[in-house]
Protein backbone atom coordinates (compact mmCIF):
# COMPACT_ATOMS: atom_id res chain seq x y z
CA UNK A 1 0.00 0.00 0.00
CA UNK A 2 1.01 3.49 -0.56
CA UNK A 3 2.20 5.95 2.45
CA UNK A 4 -1.15 5.60 4.70
CA UNK A 5 -2.80 9.07 5.22
CA UNK A 6 -4.24 7.38 8.82
CA UNK A 7 -2.85 5.37 11.48
CA UNK A 8 -5.74 3.60 13.03
CA UNK A 9 -4.56 2.36 16.58
CA UNK A 10 -6.61 -0.12 18.21
CA UNK A 11 -5.13 -1.29 22.01
CA UNK A 12 -6.54 -5.12 22.38
CA UNK A 13 -7.43 -6.66 25.83
CA UNK A 14 -9.43 -9.57 26.22
CA UNK A 15 -12.04 -8.18 24.25
CA UNK A 16 -12.62 -11.38 22.26
CA UNK A 17 -16.57 -10.75 21.99
CA UNK A 18 -16.34 -7.79 20.05
CA UNK A 19 -13.14 -7.14 18.79
CA UNK A 20 -14.03 -8.64 15.23
CA UNK A 21 -16.45 -6.26 15.21
CA UNK A 22 -14.45 -3.54 15.58
CA UNK A 23 -11.58 -4.54 13.37
CA UNK A 24 -14.24 -5.08 9.67
CA UNK A 25 -15.81 -1.21 11.08
CA UNK A 26 -12.43 0.15 10.47
CA UNK A 27 -11.75 -2.76 6.91
CA UNK A 28 -14.89 -1.09 5.28
CA UNK A 29 -14.20 2.31 5.33
CA UNK A 30 -14.47 3.19 1.78
CA UNK A 31 -11.06 5.43 2.66
CA UNK A 32 -8.16 3.82 1.00
CA UNK A 33 -5.34 4.91 2.85
CA UNK A 34 -5.86 3.50 6.18
CA UNK A 35 -3.36 1.41 7.97
CA UNK A 36 -5.11 -0.44 11.02
CA UNK A 37 -2.77 -1.33 13.84
CA UNK A 38 -3.43 -3.93 16.51
CA UNK A 39 -1.63 -3.82 19.91
CA UNK A 40 -2.55 -7.10 21.69
CA UNK A 41 -1.50 -5.72 25.17
CA UNK A 42 -1.10 -9.09 27.05
CA UNK A 43 -5.04 -10.66 26.15
CA UNK A 44 -5.87 -13.97 27.61
CA UNK A 45 -9.13 -14.26 26.42
CA UNK A 46 -8.65 -15.47 22.63
CA UNK A 47 -8.58 -11.68 21.43
CA UNK A 48 -4.74 -12.08 19.97
CA UNK A 49 -6.08 -15.07 17.75
CA UNK A 50 -8.60 -13.03 16.38
CA UNK A 51 -6.37 -10.23 15.80
CA UNK A 52 -3.95 -12.48 14.00
CA UNK A 53 -6.09 -13.68 10.99
CA UNK A 54 -5.92 -10.45 10.20
CA UNK A 55 -2.32 -9.38 10.32
CA UNK A 56 -1.11 -10.85 6.68
CA UNK A 57 -3.35 -7.97 5.45
CA UNK A 58 -1.23 -5.43 3.43
CA UNK A 59 -3.23 -2.41 5.56
CA UNK A 60 -2.80 -4.02 9.37
CA UNK A 61 -0.17 -4.51 11.44
CA UNK A 62 -0.85 -6.82 14.24
CA UNK A 63 2.01 -6.54 17.43
CA UNK A 64 2.06 -8.44 20.77
CA UNK A 65 3.29 -7.41 23.64
CA UNK A 66 3.01 -8.09 27.54
CA UNK A 67 0.53 -6.34 29.49
CA UNK A 68 1.26 -2.97 29.98
CA UNK A 69 -1.32 -1.45 29.94
CA UNK A 70 -3.61 1.08 27.61
CA UNK A 71 -1.47 3.78 27.00
CA UNK A 72 1.70 1.88 26.59
CA UNK A 73 -0.60 0.37 23.94
CA UNK A 74 -0.89 3.60 22.23
CA UNK A 75 2.36 4.87 22.63
CA UNK A 76 3.42 1.51 20.26
CA UNK A 77 0.77 2.37 17.97
CA UNK A 78 1.90 5.80 17.64
CA UNK A 79 5.37 4.33 17.74
CA UNK A 80 4.48 1.91 15.26
CA UNK A 81 2.26 4.13 12.74
CA UNK A 82 3.43 5.50 9.63
CA UNK A 83 0.20 7.70 9.04
CA UNK A 84 0.27 11.57 8.86
CA UNK A 85 -2.86 11.41 11.17
CA UNK A 86 -3.45 9.15 14.08
CA UNK A 87 -6.82 7.97 15.15
CA UNK A 88 -7.69 6.06 18.56
CA UNK A 89 -10.33 2.71 18.65
CA UNK A 90 -10.92 0.99 21.65
CA UNK A 91 -11.31 -2.52 20.12
CA UNK A 92 -14.88 -3.30 22.05
CA UNK A 93 -16.22 -0.37 19.84
CA UNK A 94 -16.54 0.48 16.81
CA UNK A 95 -16.83 3.28 13.81
CA UNK A 96 -19.74 4.00 11.91
CA UNK A 97 -19.67 3.46 7.85
CA UNK A 98 -17.68 6.23 6.28
CA UNK A 99 -16.75 7.82 9.24
CA UNK A 100 -13.29 7.90 7.95
CA UNK A 101 -13.50 9.96 4.82
CA UNK A 102 -15.81 12.61 6.70
CA UNK A 103 -13.24 13.23 9.29
CA UNK A 104 -10.26 13.18 6.37
CA UNK A 105 -12.43 16.34 4.61
CA UNK A 106 -12.62 17.98 8.15
CA UNK A 107 -9.53 18.19 8.63
CA UNK A 108 -8.06 20.52 5.64
CA UNK A 109 -7.83 23.33 8.12
CA UNK A 110 -6.96 22.00 10.97
CA UNK A 111 -4.65 19.24 13.07
CA UNK A 112 -7.48 17.81 16.04
CA UNK A 113 -10.54 17.25 15.02
CA UNK A 114 -13.49 16.37 17.14
CA UNK A 115 -16.00 14.36 16.27
CA UNK A 116 -19.20 12.67 17.76
CA UNK A 117 -20.19 9.44 19.63
CA UNK A 118 -23.44 8.67 21.33
CA UNK A 119 -24.66 11.61 22.98
CA UNK A 120 -23.15 14.44 21.49
CA UNK A 121 -25.50 17.47 22.05
CA UNK A 122 -23.12 19.36 23.68
CA UNK A 123 -21.19 18.80 20.10
CA UNK A 124 -23.90 20.37 17.96
CA UNK A 125 -23.51 23.46 20.36
CA UNK A 126 -20.16 24.46 19.63
CA UNK A 127 -18.93 26.42 16.57
CA UNK A 128 -17.06 25.22 13.94
CA UNK A 129 -13.55 25.93 15.26
CA UNK A 130 -12.57 26.57 18.80
CA UNK A 131 -9.38 28.63 19.00
CA UNK A 132 -6.55 26.49 20.55
CA UNK A 133 -6.68 27.93 23.95
CA UNK A 134 -10.30 27.82 24.50
CA UNK A 135 -9.89 24.11 23.84
CA UNK A 136 -7.25 23.35 26.49
CA UNK A 137 -9.33 25.03 28.76
CA UNK A 138 -12.55 23.20 27.84
CA UNK A 139 -10.44 20.17 28.05
CA UNK A 140 -8.80 20.96 31.49
CA UNK A 141 -12.05 21.87 33.19
CA UNK A 142 -13.94 18.73 31.72
CA UNK A 143 -16.37 20.63 29.50
CA UNK A 144 -15.27 18.18 26.22
CA UNK A 145 -15.31 14.75 25.82
CA UNK A 146 -11.99 13.37 26.95
CA UNK A 147 -12.62 10.18 25.16
CA UNK A 148 -9.09 9.59 22.79
CA UNK A 149 -12.10 8.32 20.18
CA UNK A 150 -13.96 9.99 18.01
CA UNK A 151 -11.28 12.53 17.28
CA UNK A 152 -8.27 13.02 14.63
CA UNK A 153 -4.71 13.85 15.90
CA UNK A 154 -1.83 14.85 13.28
CA UNK A 155 0.91 12.62 14.03
CA UNK A 156 3.29 15.56 14.38
CA UNK A 157 1.34 16.48 17.77
CA UNK A 158 2.72 13.16 19.64
CA UNK A 159 6.05 13.43 21.48
CA UNK A 160 7.75 11.84 23.95
CA UNK A 161 5.98 13.24 26.61
CA UNK A 162 2.38 12.24 25.26
CA UNK A 163 1.61 9.24 26.57
CA UNK A 164 3.96 8.86 29.67
CA UNK A 165 1.61 8.08 32.21
CA UNK A 166 2.01 5.20 34.87
CA UNK A 167 0.40 1.61 34.52
CA UNK A 168 -1.84 2.34 37.52
CA UNK A 169 -3.21 5.30 36.08
CA UNK A 170 -5.43 3.56 33.84
CA UNK A 171 -8.71 5.32 33.54
CA UNK A 172 -8.76 9.27 32.52
CA UNK A 173 -5.21 8.42 31.17
CA UNK A 174 -7.38 9.63 27.99
CA UNK A 175 -7.67 13.27 29.86
CA UNK A 176 -4.09 13.45 30.47
CA UNK A 177 -3.16 12.70 26.89
CA UNK A 178 -5.45 15.04 25.28
CA UNK A 179 -4.50 18.30 27.12
CA UNK A 180 -0.99 17.67 26.27
CA UNK A 181 -1.84 17.47 22.52
CA UNK A 182 -3.59 20.65 22.84
CA UNK A 183 -0.99 22.08 24.17
CA UNK A 184 1.24 21.20 21.58
CA UNK A 185 -1.44 22.06 18.95
CA UNK A 186 -0.48 25.41 17.25
CA UNK A 187 -4.24 25.53 15.04
CA UNK A 188 -7.97 26.21 16.29
CA UNK A 189 -9.37 22.54 16.75
CA UNK A 190 -12.06 21.77 13.61
CA UNK A 191 -15.67 20.28 15.29
CA UNK A 192 -17.06 17.38 13.19
CA UNK A 193 -20.78 17.66 14.33
CA UNK A 194 -21.49 14.07 12.85
CA UNK A 195 -21.41 10.83 15.10
CA UNK A 196 -19.03 8.61 13.76
CA UNK A 197 -18.03 6.23 16.78
CA UNK A 198 -20.48 3.75 19.00
CA UNK A 199 -19.48 3.13 22.47
CA UNK A 200 -20.02 -0.15 23.42
CA UNK A 201 -21.37 -1.07 27.06
CA UNK A 202 -18.96 -3.56 28.08
CA UNK A 203 -18.93 -4.37 31.58
CA UNK A 204 -16.03 -5.74 31.79
CA UNK A 205 -13.87 -2.85 30.57
CA UNK A 206 -11.62 -0.83 32.74
CA UNK A 207 -14.44 1.77 32.35
CA UNK A 208 -16.67 -0.56 35.05
CA UNK A 209 -13.94 -2.65 36.87
CA UNK A 210 -11.59 0.36 37.73
CA UNK A 211 -13.78 2.54 40.02
CA UNK A 212 -12.93 6.52 40.25
CA UNK A 213 -12.41 6.86 43.73
CA UNK A 214 -11.88 9.60 45.99
CA UNK A 215 -8.11 8.97 46.01
CA UNK A 216 -7.57 8.25 42.61
CA UNK A 217 -9.20 11.74 41.22
CA UNK A 218 -7.16 13.55 43.83
CA UNK A 219 -3.92 12.03 41.78
CA UNK A 220 -5.70 12.82 38.52
CA UNK A 221 -6.93 15.91 38.81
CA UNK A 222 -3.35 17.08 40.44
CA UNK A 223 -1.80 15.40 37.19
CA UNK A 224 -3.85 17.58 35.41
CA UNK A 225 -3.17 20.99 37.09
CA UNK A 226 0.65 19.93 36.34
CA UNK A 227 0.22 19.75 32.90
CA UNK A 228 -1.83 23.35 32.41
CA UNK A 229 -1.21 25.40 34.72
CA UNK A 230 1.75 27.48 32.84
CA UNK A 231 -0.50 27.26 29.98
CA UNK A 232 -3.41 28.85 31.29
CA UNK A 233 -3.90 32.35 33.09
CA UNK A 234 -4.46 32.75 36.46
CA UNK A 235 -7.92 33.75 36.42
CA UNK A 236 -8.70 31.44 34.13
CA UNK A 237 -7.45 28.68 35.56
CA UNK A 238 -8.96 29.06 38.84
CA UNK A 239 -11.88 29.30 37.36
CA UNK A 240 -11.67 25.82 35.01
CA UNK A 241 -9.53 24.22 38.23
CA UNK A 242 -12.96 24.49 40.44
CA UNK A 243 -15.05 23.23 37.43
CA UNK A 244 -12.24 19.94 37.03
CA UNK A 245 -12.63 18.91 40.69
CA UNK A 246 -16.48 19.16 40.78
CA UNK A 247 -16.69 17.04 38.07
CA UNK A 248 -14.07 15.06 39.19
CA UNK A 249 -15.78 15.07 42.63
CA UNK A 250 -19.26 14.01 41.24
CA UNK A 251 -17.74 11.11 38.94
CA UNK A 252 -16.41 9.08 42.38
CA UNK A 253 -19.99 9.59 43.67
CA UNK A 254 -21.52 8.13 40.83
CA UNK A 255 -18.70 5.31 40.74
CA UNK A 256 -18.68 4.84 44.55
CA UNK A 257 -22.41 4.67 44.97
CA UNK A 258 -22.53 7.74 46.98
CA UNK A 259 -19.65 7.00 49.60
CA UNK A 260 -18.25 10.54 50.18
CA UNK A 261 -16.41 11.91 53.44
CA UNK A 262 -15.94 15.50 53.95
CA UNK A 263 -13.01 15.13 55.82
CA UNK A 264 -10.94 13.87 52.61
CA UNK A 265 -8.14 14.90 51.30
CA UNK A 266 -9.69 15.75 48.11
CA UNK A 267 -13.17 16.76 49.17
CA UNK A 268 -10.99 19.64 50.91
CA UNK A 269 -9.32 20.17 47.81
CA UNK A 270 -12.50 20.91 45.99
CA UNK A 271 -14.09 23.43 48.60
CA UNK A 272 -10.22 25.34 48.27
CA UNK A 273 -10.08 25.52 44.98
CA UNK A 274 -13.78 27.14 44.93
CA UNK A 275 -13.02 29.17 47.31
CA UNK A 276 -9.78 30.44 45.48
CA UNK A 277 -11.66 30.60 42.27
CA UNK A 278 -14.41 32.31 44.28
CA UNK A 279 -16.95 29.52 43.39
CA UNK A 280 -20.17 29.82 45.18
CA UNK A 281 -22.58 26.93 44.47
CA UNK A 282 -24.69 26.06 47.27
CA UNK A 283 -25.85 22.45 45.99
CA UNK A 284 -22.31 21.67 45.45
CA UNK A 285 -21.30 22.89 48.71
CA UNK A 286 -24.04 21.15 50.46
CA UNK A 287 -23.01 17.75 48.71
CA UNK A 288 -19.73 18.11 49.68
CA UNK A 289 -20.78 18.74 53.34
CA UNK A 290 -22.32 15.81 53.85
CA UNK A 291 -21.26 12.08 54.00
CA UNK A 292 -23.48 9.06 54.57
CA UNK A 293 -24.41 7.26 51.11
CA UNK A 294 -28.29 8.07 51.86
CA UNK A 295 -27.79 11.93 52.70
CA UNK A 296 -25.35 12.18 49.49
CA UNK A 297 -27.70 10.34 47.25
CA UNK A 298 -30.59 12.81 48.61
CA UNK A 299 -28.75 16.10 48.09
CA UNK A 300 -27.37 14.38 44.57
CA UNK A 301 -31.26 14.48 43.34
CA UNK A 302 -31.72 17.61 44.79
CA UNK A 303 -29.11 19.17 42.66
CA UNK A 304 -30.01 17.08 39.42
CA UNK A 305 -33.68 18.59 40.05
CA UNK A 306 -32.04 22.41 40.63
CA UNK A 307 -30.29 22.07 37.98
CA UNK A 308 -33.28 21.96 35.54
CA UNK A 309 -34.88 24.62 37.14
CA UNK A 310 -31.94 26.86 36.45
CA UNK A 311 -31.39 25.05 33.19
CA UNK A 312 -34.96 24.01 31.44
CA UNK A 313 -33.45 22.81 28.09
CA UNK A 314 -32.43 19.77 30.31
CA UNK A 315 -35.80 18.88 31.09
CA UNK A 316 -36.15 18.98 27.49
CA UNK A 317 -33.04 16.79 26.93
CA UNK A 318 -34.46 13.79 29.22
CA UNK A 319 -37.83 14.03 27.72
CA UNK A 320 -36.14 12.92 24.13
CA UNK A 321 -34.13 10.60 25.94
CA UNK A 322 -37.56 9.69 27.55
CA UNK A 323 -39.72 9.02 23.89
CA UNK A 324 -36.65 7.13 22.86
CA UNK A 325 -36.77 4.62 24.91
CA UNK A 326 -40.62 4.33 24.44
CA UNK A 327 -40.32 4.61 20.72
Known amino acids: MNKPSISIIVPVYNTAEYVEECIQSVLLQSYSTIELILINDGSTDGSGDICGKYENGDNIRYIEQENLGVTAARRRG ?28 ACESADIVIAGNQGYERLKKLPDYLDRQSYLEMQYARELSASPCAKLFRHCLFDEN ?13 YLMNMKLAINNQRDVYVHKHQIYFVRENMTSTRHTHLFTLDYMQELSRRGDDIVKDHISTDIYLRQRAKQRIFFFLEALGDTKFASNPLHPFVKDVKRCMDEAGVWRP ?9 SPWAVKTVWNLRRLWMRLEHPSMIIRDLKRLAKLFA
Not at 80 to 105: N, Q, Y
Not at 283 to 289: E, N, T
Open 283 to 291: MDRWLLSVS
Open 78 to 105: VEEAKGEWIMFVDSDDFLTPESIPGLMK
Open 162 to 174: TLSFPKHINRGED
